[in-house]
């Protein structure tokens, strides 16, 4: 099953009663538009018929402009139900899908989504959404509905006119929208491909290039960042501009269709009314009635000219969606053991997607207000083995127990409750700086934040710019490195966990200030179990004992 298919039938599962209402009326709108130009064709004939007849004052006008603005009104209403409704269902049905995207998504491991970039998966993933909109409401609504439609049109006009007028208005208009199809459509998936990656790298590079403009500069690569830019976006105006010929094409096909329909039935219908096979009048309905049905074909052209941005999308969001999503055995109940909290039994560990160890099986105990130090130069899995401990990535072999507690056996909640962590990638969140403390700890009150900041040395830089209502930027943006570092330790310290996990936690900071820093650790989390990975002194200096790896 196609990824395009398998989309639509999923948001076809999420709406299926509005969609099948949207889609009822989106056929009533295409059979209006060619009943009122058929009826208004066929009564203007008509009537100048009976008035060349001298009958014209015994003609009933009544009853067919009474038709004619029923079907103008009923157009209009039936065209406005089917937008509200098409739209909002499918609004609803994408809403959905993106918070499965994004729960399949935090399902991965830590270290593999630490590893994205924030701003061009948001941005990748947004725009693949956004193109899934157009799968019902401009690619399969239009195909079924003209389909729909053009068996509806050639059985009326059969028995109101001729099976062979039938044929003439419909086949055509049939055919036409085939050509749509195959031609510019399969023409266009490379190019609405193209265009759609091209806008996606000119996005990145964009936001790349404003956001580091200052690095950029003073490595004198403000230019070259500035050009690869600039040949994003005008790779996406070429893919653009074939697009834009391909549509024209798209339209050349359409009106040739209507054209050869409207002519075709104009001279069957001629020489029908001239043998006296059909009145003039029948003859109209399907002159009028094959220009009206040229609409059937127009919501085909815009798309053909996203099918490749459309595949593509379903394409990547399909595999994404067939991910599981994370689940957590209940545990048992948790409490706290006050002899080893953190315990590794022939712990090991290994970068994500290999099978080779980083270090030899580990067994280690951290009790309750003891820290331990983790040491080893880079690179010999001090963070890989946090990872595992904390739960956000899997150990090879070994066991992990926390206040007692089988890691595996615990659920999500009561292992957070139990466990902080602060890696070495910390995220911030743009808002102020209570915001960010609050992910946290709801309930803390701004006199708990407002000490502990001061603690690790960070509420004098605050005070002065506006304390806990401090604004900061996108990824916390406002804050030195060093200071983002302790707000993040703040939010992690203010959920007083048992245990503690911490990566670098001072890094940034001088030995005096990390000095402090470690102490405000340990007197606000006097019981707690912590075990750190770092390779600087000040920290070392700090734990009860090191262990070096």
């Not at 909290?341 to 980083?358: W, Y």
Request: one cysteine or more.
């Amino acid at each position: 099953m196609s990824p395009l298919l398998r989309i639509f039938l999923l948001l076809w599962r999420e709406e299926r009663a509005s969609l099948s209402r949207g889609f009822l009326l989106s056929v009533a709108v295409l059979v209006a538009g060619g009943a009122l130009l058929g009826l208004s064709g066929w009564f203007i004939v008509a009537a100048g018929a009976a008035g060349l007849a001298g009958i014209g004052i015994a003609f009933d006008v009544f009853r067919p402009s009474a038709g004619v603005r029923f079907l103008a009104l009923g157009r209009t209403a039936a065209r406005y139900g089917e937008r509200l409704l098409t739209h909002d269902a499918t609004l609803r049905a994408l809403a959905r899908l993106r918070v499965r995207l994004l729960e399949r998504l935090s399902a991965r491991d830590a270290l593999t989504l630490s590893g994205l970039r924030s701003s061009e998966t948001l941005n990748r993933l947004t725009a693949d959404v956004d193109a899934l909109d157009g799968i019902a409401i401009r690619l399969a609504f239009p195909i079924a509905a003209g389909a729909v439609t053009l068996a509806l049109a050639f059985a009326v006009i059969a028995w109101l006119v001729t099976p062979l007028v039938a044929a003439t208005v419909t086949l055509p208009l049939a055919l036409g929208g085939a050509a749509v199809l195959m031609v510019t459509g399969r023409a266009g998936i490379a190019s609405a491909a193209r265009a759609e990656a091209a806008r996606q790298t000119f996005r990145s590079r964009a936001i790349d290039h404003l956001r580091g403009r200052t690095g950029l500069a003073f490595a004198g690569a403000l230019p070259a960042s500035h050009g690869m830019a600039l040949d994003a976006e005008a790779e996406g105006r070429a893919a653009e501009r074939h697009l834009a010929r391909l549509d024209r094409w798209a339209d050349t096909l359409v009106a040739s269709a209507g054209l050869i329909a409207a002519a075709g039935t104009l001279a069957i219908g001629g020489l029908l009314a001239l043998a006296n096979v059909i009145p003039p009048a029948a003859a109209a309905i399907g002159v009028f009635a094959a220009l009206a049905l040229t609409e059937v074909l127009a919501p085909l052209q815009r798309g053909v000219a996203e099918i490749g941005r459309m595949r593509d999308a379903a394409a990547r969001v399909v595999p994404l969606l067939e991910e599981p999503v994370q689940d957590h055995a209940p545990g048992d109940p948790v409490g706290r053991d006050d002899t080893g909290l953190i315990e590794l039994r022939a712990l090991a560990v290994a970068p994500p997607g290999s099978q080779i160890p980083l270090l030899p099986p580990l067994t280690l105990t951290v009790a309750a207000g003891e820290t331990v130090a983790l040491t080893g130069r880079s690179g010999r899995g001090k963070s890989t083995l946090l990872a595992a401990i904390s739960g956000v990535s899997s150990p090879l072999s070994g066991e992990i127990r926390i206040a007692g507690h089988d890691l595996a056996k615990l659920d999500e909640s009561r292992l957070r409750g139990l466990l902080g962590y602060l890696p070495q990638r910390s995220a911030l969140i743009s808002g102020t700086v209570r915001d960010n403390l609050a992910l946290a700890a709801p309930d803390a009150t701004d006199t708990e934040m407002e000490a502990l900041l001061d603690a690790v040395g960070l509420w004098p830089v605050l005070a002065g710019n506006g304390g806990l209502d401090m604004a900061l930027g996108e990824a916390g943006s406002g804050l030195s490195g060093g200071e983002s570092r302790r707000l993040a330790l703040v939010r992690t310290l203010l959920r007083k966990p048992p245990a503690l996990l911490l990566d670098e936690p001072t890094e940034g900071l001088d030995p005096a200030g990390s000095a402090k820093v470690m102490a405000a650790i340990r007197s606000h989390l006097p019981r707690s179990a912590i075990l750190i990975a770092t390779h600087r002194q000040a920290e070392i200096k700090a734990c009860n004992r090191s262990l070096a790896i």
